[in-house]
Nanobody
C-alpha cells in the first residue's frame, strides 16, 4: 500500500490550495479515505472523510464551508480543496486509509 500526497506549499492567509493523494496497492474504490493534519507541537487531527463512492463526506467543525474533500476512483486519487486558509492551519497534511499513512505534504499559511 502506498499513499503519496502532493500540492502543499506556501500560501498567503485567505488563499487556496488543492492537495492530492494518489493511492496504490489496494482497491481504492472499496475504502473510505481521510485527510488529517498535524501542526507543529500539536496532535494529529482529522480534517475530512469521504465515503467509497464520494457521496458521503464529513468535516471537522473548524474547516466546514471552507474545505472540500473529493475523490476520483478512476484515478485512485483523493483531493482536499482548501479555501480561506488561516495561519493556524499551517501543518503537515496526511492522507489516510485504515492504518496506512502517506508521508504528508507541508502547507504553510503566511504572509
Amino acid at each position: 500500500v502506498q499513499l503519496v500526497e502532493s500540492g502543499g506549499g506556501l500560501v498567503q492567509p485567505g488563499g487556496s490550495l488543492r492537495l492530492s493523494c494518489t493511492a496504490s496497492g489496494f482497491t481504492f474504490s472499496s475504502y473510505p479515505m481521510k485527510w488529517y493534519r498535524q501542526a507543529p507541537g500539536k496532535e494529529r487531527e482529522l480534517v475530512a472523510t469521504i465515503g467509497r463512492g464520494g457521496g458521503s463526506t464529513n468535516y471537522a467543525d473548524s474547516v466546514k464551508d471552507r474545505f472540500t474533500i473529493s475523490r476520483d476512483n478512476a484515478k485512485n486519487t483523493v483531493y482536499l480543496q482548501m479555501n480561506s486558509l488561516k495561519p493556524e492551519e499551517t501543518a503537515v497534511y496526511y492522507c489516510n486509509r485504515l492504518s496506512n499513512w502517506g508521508k504528508g505534504t507541508l502547507v504553510t499559511v503566511s504572509s
